[in-house]
């Protein structure tokens, strides 16, 4: 029902920034809540960001506190998470997910629909 695709990831140096975009299909994305996931090699998956069906309400994870943000533009379909101040920690392939419903959930099994993920790498 919904296909989700992730774009942005790339390496970069600690310090730096990255983009990441989330495209996607059908044509209720409004009434999806979205969220972030990460994980990296030998680790669980773990929450990053979500964000309400209408954005009005944002939940980071702690580590990520202050250097991330995620917002949506949902007349053309997309979530974004904006990362700043990269640390090599934040290594991870990133995953874009969406929520049938409205509110924001920080597990994984709390999502219906995932993407393919991209590959963020932050070099020392």
């Known amino acids: 029902q919904v296909q989700l695709v992730e774009s942005g990831g790339g390496l970069v140096q600690a310090g730096g920034s990255l983009r990441l975009s989330c495209a996607a299909s059908g044509r209720t994305f409004g009434s999806y809540a979205m969220g972030w996931f990460r994980q990296a090699p030998g680790k669980e998956r773990e929450f990053v960001a979500a964000i309400s069906w209408n954005g009005g309400n944002t939940y980071y994870a702690e580590s990520v506190k202050g250097r991330f943000a995620i917002f949506r533009d949902n007349a053309k379909n997309t979530v974004h998470l904006q990362m700043n101040s990269l640390i090599p920690e934040d290594t991870a392939v990133y995953y874009c997910?969406?929520?049938?419903?409205?509110?924001?959930?920080?597990?994984?099994?709390?999502?219906?629909?995932w993407g393919q993920g991209t590959q963020v790498t932050v070099s020392s």
């Open positions: 997910a969406a929520r049938i419903g409205t509110i924001v959930g920080v597990t994984p099994n709390e999502y219906d629909y």
